[in-house]
């Protein structure tokens, strides 16, 4: 076992008594006292959460809860921002993702991102979605990276749309097709995570409810957490909710029992509209 890994004993003695936070069996990712920091700011406050496997899970919360800076710490995209730190532990499986040993590049092949505004690369939708499996050297020859580009765009439902202009411009393509491109980009890596910051909220009703229907088919093989100001949108889509006020977590749940019968007075207030 090296330092990147925490000791199977440890994860085993947890409960929800020794911890105070529900527990997974088995989850995808497990994040503990984890706290965030701008220059002297704090922004996210000693957050335990278990994600557990192949679910989709929503992050809620009023603007500036640190929805997004908390999103951020599971692929170490705050790495990007110079005054940001991250203290506590975050495990993708059993392994440390911010142990010194990690590859980034890496770790961020295996949790992906889609952000709020479409942001597909000024070339063809085809390099689009082979650009990542070029790099991480994923296919052997031009006829496997054919079939990759291929499938990744079945499973986002835009190989029929863009099959035969392939070589043209992603940016020429609508915004929720940019969109479900940057999802199929995403996912042709072979994630096993994938994070989305407010994925919807630059799309017309019609190219959210297509992107929701996609995250909850891509939910068969992945595990997704989105962060949402739509509190349909997370109802919609995800089977657990964190909600999330003024950096701390406050509640986690079944999705369900968040939106009806909430644990903690924060989360009613919020669902109910009185914080906003
Ligand atoms: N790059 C940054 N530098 C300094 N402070 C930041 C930075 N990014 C976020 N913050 C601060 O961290 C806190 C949390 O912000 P964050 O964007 O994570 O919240 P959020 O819940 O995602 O908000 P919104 O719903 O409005 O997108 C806020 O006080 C914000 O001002």
Same mark, same amino acid.
């Given at each position: ?5 925490i000791?199977?004993a440890?994860?085993?003695s947890?409960t ?9 069996d088995?989850?995808?990712m ?5 706290d965030?920091?701008?220059g002297?700011k704090q ?5 335990n ?7 989709v899970?929503?992050?809620i ?10 999103l ?13 730190? !991250?203290e506590?532990?975050? &495990?993708? $499986?059993?392994?440390? %993702? ?5 590859d980034? #590049?890496?770790?961020r092949a295996r949790?992906?991102m889609v ?10 939708i085809y ?13 052997d020859?031009k !006829?496997?990276?054919d079939? &990759?580009v $291929?499938?990744?765009? %079945? ?6 749309? #863009?099959?035969?202009?392939?070589e043209e411009?992603?940016?020429?393509l ?6 479900r491109?940057?999802?199929a ?8 995570v994938?994070l989305?910051?407010?994925?919807c ?6 190219a959210?409810?297509t ?10 093989n ?6 949402t100001?739509?509190?349909?949108q997370?109802?919609?889509v995800s089977?657990?909710t964190a ?6 977590l406050?509640?986690v749940n079944d ?9 903690h ?6 669902i109910?509209?009185?914080?906003g």
């Open positions: 076992m090296n330092n990147a890994q000791s199977k440890e994860i085993v947890e929800y008594q020794t911890t105070g936070f529900p527990l997974l088995d989850p995808k497990r994040v503990r006292n984890v965030v920091f701008y002297e922004a996210i406050f000693d957050v959460l278990d994600i557990g496997k192949n679910q899970i929503s992050m919360g009023p603007s500036g809860c640190g929805k997004s800076t908390f951020r710490c599971l692929n170490r995209m705050n790495d990007t921002i110079d005054i940001c730190r !991250v506590g532990e975050l &495990l993708l $499986e059993s392994q440390n %993702i911010y142990d010194k040993k990690i980034v #590049v890496e770790l949790v992906g952000f709020q505004k479409p942001n597909p690369f000024p070339k063809s390099e689009n979605v082979a650009y990542g499996a070029r790099i991480h050297g994923l296919t020859n !006829v496997q990276l079939e &990759l $291929e499938k990744s765009l %079945i499973r986002c439902g835009l190989w029929k749309e #863009v099959k035969d202009r392939l411009p992603a940016t020429g609508s915004g929720g097709q940019q969109q491109l940057c999802i980009r995403a996912i042709a890596v072979n994630p096993e994938i989305m910051d407010e994925p909220s630059a799309l017309d009703p019609i959210t409810a992107v929701e229907e996609l995250i909850h088919e891509l939910s068969e992945f595990t997704i957490c989105i962060v100001h739509s509190m349909q997370a109802a919609r089977q657990r909600y999330f006020h003024l950096g701390k406050i509640e999705t369900s029992t968040v939106f009806t019968n909430p644990e007075k924060l989360t009613e207030e919020y109910t509209g009185r914080i």
